[in-house]
């Protein structure tokens, strides 16, 4: 095996680009759908209150339609936390994937990187 040592400048370039394509594909993912989420929950909002207003939406199913909306907007903070949670779990395995990485081929060595949560 080839033992390739460590250097610091190149280790830190490579946790930076991996960590900066991890971070740019998951907020595409997000933008993409936090637009529409939110387009749909304004629209939502709007519709609401015009049938209030109008009188469309009797008193009697207000509590029905704003409860539909408390829904979607929890769902929508739902999503994003989830996304976050995987984006949180991608880089650390990039991180430590790299590290490890490194460690192994300056040691000869194999080196398991923990996983996350351990």
Do not use: Y
Not at 74 to 94: C, I, M, P
């Amino acid at each position: 095996m080839t033992i390739t040592p460590i250097n610091v400048p190149d280790l830190i370039n490579q946790i930076k680009t991996q960590a900066t394509a991890i971070l740019g594909q998951n907020i595409e993912t997000a933008q993409g759908f936090s637009q529409e989420q939110l387009a749909a929950m304004a629209q939502q909002a709007e519709t609401i209150a015009g049938g209030i207003a109008s009188g469309e939406i009797r008193p009697s199913l207000q509590q029905f339609f704003l409860d539909q909306l408390k829904q979607s907007a929890q769902n929508f903070v739902r999503v994003l936390v989830g996304l976050s949670l995987v984006t949180a779990e991608q880089l650390w395995n990039g991180v430590v994937g790299t590290l490890w990485g490194a460690l192994s081929g300056a040691t000869g060595l194999h080196f398991t990187p923990p996983a996350w949560g351990q």
